[in-house]
């Protein structure tokens, strides 16, 4: 059995860290920026739809896409975020689906954790395709300060920002919240906490599937 956990937040908030921590604590972690990249490549479909969309000015000079520049045009505006979420969201879940089911294939009879961090998981629609949600939350200035402190510049972090969704429907949507607000430890100290209880949450789902298949068919009614 898998319970599958997604693992999101805003801009710079900690979801690396905490994709890591889970990692090391057994967690079969599934990064989306990964899969992004791999479908970025040349050939992979979403290289295609990229090329398509926006033409081939969006390559660099050895042909790979020149992710500054696609950013700096797609997320201008919500319509043009969308308009790429739109053309490479389908294909990632897909790659996820594939992920998650071959290594349920390869396991059948073992227990795992699948967690997949995304930023735009709950955008995408991923509160239906998760048994358990995990927000990592921080204050905004907390964020962004991370972000410019990685290379980002103020502007173009503040309008990433501004095109996700707002903390509080993030919050909305959580099974469970980890605050990180203050350093690494303390933010890991956080994430065994919320660790802790996914494997409750696996047994659960074992139960709840168990009396699912136990239960004897509905009877059709007459008409």
Same mark, same amino acid.
């Given at each position: 059995?898998?319970?599958?956990?997604?693992?999101?937040?805003?801009?710079?908030?900690?979801?690396?860290?905490?994709?890591?921590?889970?990692?090391?604590?057994?967690?079969?972690?599934?990064?989306? +920026?990964?899969?992004?990249? !791999?479908?970025? #490549?040349? *050939?992979?479909?979403?290289?295609? /739809?990229?090329? $398509?969309?926006?033409?081939?000015?969006?390559?660099?000079?050895?042909?790979?896409?020149?992710?500054?520049?696609?950013?700096?045009?797609?997320?201008?505006?919500?319509?043009?975020?969308?308009?790429?979420?739109?053309?490479?969201?389908?294909?990632?879940?897909?790659?996820?689906?594939?992920?998650?089911?071959?290594?349920?294939?390869?396991?059948?009879?073992?227990?795992?954790?699948?967690?997949?961090?995304?930023?735009?998981?709950?955008?995408?629609?991923?509160?239906?395709?998760?048994?358990?949600?995990?927000?990592?939350?921080?204050?905004? +200035?907390?964020?962004?300060? !991370?972000?410019? #402190?990685? *290379?980002?510049?103020?502007?173009? /972090?503040?309008? $990433?920002?501004?095109?996700?969704?707002?903390?509080?429907?993030?919050?909305?949507?959580?099974?469970?919240?980890?605050?990180?607000?203050?350093?690494?430890?303390?933010?890991?100290?956080?994430?065994?906490?919320?660790?802790?209880?996914?494997?409750?949450?696996?047994?659960?789902?074992?139960?709840?599937?168990?009396?699912?298949?136990?239960?004897?068919?509905?009877?059709?009614?007459?008409?």
């Amino acid at each position: 059995m898998i319970l599958r956990v997604g693992l999101t937040g805003g801009i710079a908030s900690g979801k690396s860290t905490v994709a890591r921590t889970l990692a090391g604590l057994g967690c079969m972690v599934v990064d989306a +920026d990964a899969v992004v990249a !791999r479908l970025y #490549r040349p *050939g992979e479909a979403g290289y295609e /739809a990229i090329v $398509r969309a926006y033409g081939r000015d969006i390559l660099r000079a050895d042909g790979e896409i020149d992710r500054p520049k696609l950013a700096a045009t797609a997320f201008v505006d919500n319509e043009s975020a969308k308009r790429l979420n739109e053309l490479i969201h389908p294909l990632v879940i897909d790659q996820e689906e594939e992920i998650i089911t071959g290594e349920a294939r390869r396991f059948p009879d073992r227990d795992r954790i699948v967690v997949v961090e995304a930023t735009l998981l709950l955008e995408s629609g991923g509160r239906k395709r998760y048994d358990k949600i995990i927000v990592v939350d921080s204050q905004p +200035d907390v964020q962004i300060d !991370r972000a410019v #402190r990685r *290379g980002m510049q103020r502007p173009d /972090a503040e309008r $990433r920002s501004a095109r996700q969704m707002t903390r509080e429907e993030r919050r909305k949507q959580a099974d469970y919240v980890i605050e990180n607000n203050g350093d690494i430890r303390t933010l890991e100290m956080e994430t065994v906490r919320v660790y802790e209880k996914l494997p409750i949450d696996l047994q659960e789902k074992k139960k709840s599937a168990a009396k699912t298949s136990a239960a004897p068919p509905k009877k059709r009614s007459k008409t």
